[in-house]
């Protein structure tokens, strides 16, 4: 069974860093894309960054130069390193990954707060 286990969210100020991590069991993650997602009150679930088996990253447009998305395969744990983090970066966020082959499960984590206020 596939866990997923966000950590490191809290209340930071604007301009501050936070690193977020997700501990991941039950498969070989290695093999896998894993992203981070985020939703904000009363706004639907986006996608915030993604990384795939090979390293490669993609970020959306609000978070880019901002946020690093990494791996760390030996340990299935996957980082979200937030700088320069702004009042309307404040959302839940949440660690997921597809499985990519049948039944094409979705998983996710239970989500951790980052609410960035002064």
């Known amino acids: 069974q596939v866990q997923l286990v966000e950590s490191g969210g809290g209340l930071v100020q604007p301009g501050g860093s936070l690193r977020l991590s997700c501990a991941a069991s039950?498969?070989?993650?290695?093999?896998?894309?894993m992203d981070w997602f985020r939703q904000a009150p009363g706004k639907q679930r986006e996608l915030v960054a993604g990384i795939n088996s090979g390293g490669i990253t993609n970020y959306a447009d609000f978070v880019k130069g901002r946020f690093a998305i990494s791996r760390d395969t030996a340990k299935n744990t996957l980082y979200l390193q937030m700088n320069t983090l702004q009042p309307e970066d404040t959302a839940v966020y949440y660690c997921?990954?597809?499985?990519?082959?049948?039944?094409?499960?979705?998983?996710w984590g239970q989500g951790t707060q980052v609410t960035v206020s002064s």
């Open positions: 039950g498969s070989r993650f290695s093999t896998l894309r």
């Open positions: 997921h990954v597809r499985i990519p082959f049948p039944p094409f499960s979705d998983y």
